[in-house]
């Protein structure tokens, strides 16, 4: 790694993208102390916009930088994903465990790219992996900070690795999400991923999040079970067996357990909203965990989009987004 001028780039909407970052960053500052590091907090919207600005601007944007890593988040396209690799070699990072891109790593010639990429867990637990476990000797003795296991399991739905029950990671990730504002500089401040690194015991502290989080889920719960009765529509299909699902239309966050008082009858959860520049983005969920259907692959293979087994994402046209609306069907 250069450790002149950095850029990291990371998924700025869940723990995960901005947890991975602050590991990264804690370390870079650990070892480099003269390091200049500079982030670009993205959605694959955001990077998809930035790469459709073409080579020269791309070839300007990346110029003051000596170092590019991405955390949780990749380009969609793989043809930006082998111009960075091009372009910055060995001093191009890649932390990521969405397998749409992953697959065309290997298929189009760039999974040689520093760092470390597996959809068993989540962008955090790898970035660990990267930076302090090569060996995956605390991985696979259960060693990894406590709290990165929960955050993982839940954004990987990874449960069963560390026997984790999912409630109890869904109410942590949602406490952690309240208390962090998803902002990097909450987990580097006060020596706090210094502390979990460390394995500081945060036991006590774990369990005030579960407490604190599980209070807010309840309450999130009946909301949205109140909100899929009155707006949700439930004779929506997906895929080529049309499974039962159920739409909205939002304008702010959503994950698939908005849909939880309907998982008895819907197998996935579609979620739409507006854009600021005429396009829409299509959110999919599976309701239930259920492994013989990747919203993931499929939004890649049907709206280029990509994701997670259990939640995916796509940015779809204004005319895309009203032949759904009549065939209420994705």
């Not at 396209?77 to 060995?90: E, P, R, T, W």
Request: net charge negative; proline share 2%; hydrophobic share 35%.
């Amino acid at each position: 790694m250069k450790n002149k001028n950095i850029l990291i780039i990371y998924h700025l909407e869940d723990n995960d993208g901005v947890c991975s970052c602050a590991i990264m960053e804690h370390y870079i500052r650990t070892h480099f102390k003269d390091a200049n590091i500079e982030r670009l907090p993205g959605t694959y919207k955001i990077l998809s916009d930035l790469y459709e600005k073409g080579k020269d601007f791309l070839d300007e944007y990346f110029a003051p930088y000596d170092t590019c890593i991405m955390l949780d988040i990749s380009f969609n396209d793989y043809k930006a994903m082998k111009y960075l690799s091009n372009k910055f070699g060995n001093s191009f990072i890649w932390c990521d465990h969405h397998l749409p891109i992953i697959k065309a790593s290997f298929k189009y010639g760039f999974d040689n790219i520093n760092g470390v990429r597996d959809t068993k867990r989540s962008a955090i637990l790898n970035t660990y992996k990267y930076l302090y476990d090569p060996l995956d000797e605390k991985y696979v003795n259960g060693t990894v900070p406590e709290l990165f296991k929960y955050l993982s399991a839940f954004d990987s739905w990874s449960f069963d690795t560390y026997k984790l029950d999912f409630d109890v990671c869904r109410y942590i990730n949602t406490a952690v999400t309240m208390n962090s504002c998803l902002n990097v500089d909450w987990w580097l401040n006060n020596n706090f991923i210094e502390n979990i690194i460390m394995d500081v015991d945060m036991q006590e502290y774990i369990n005030n999040l579960h407490d604190e989080g599980k209070q807010r889920c309840d309450e999130l719960d009946r909301r949205n079970a109140e909100m899929i009765a009155y707006a949700g529509d439930t004779t929506w299909t997906v895929g080529d067996d049309n499974r039962p699902a159920c739409m909205l239309v939002l304008y702010g966050g959503s994950n698939s357990l908005m849909f939880k008082s309907v998982k008895d009858t819907c197998k996935n959860g579609i979620v739409l909203k507006k854009t600021n520049d005429s396009h829409w983005t299509l959110h999919l969920y599976n309701t239930v965990d259920d492994s013989s259907f990747h919203c993931g692959d499929y939004l890649n293979k049907r709206y280029k989009g990509g994701g997670h087994e259990g939640a995916a994402g796509a940015t779809i046209s204004q005319s895309t987004f009203i032949k759904l609306l009549k065939a209420k069907h994705v």
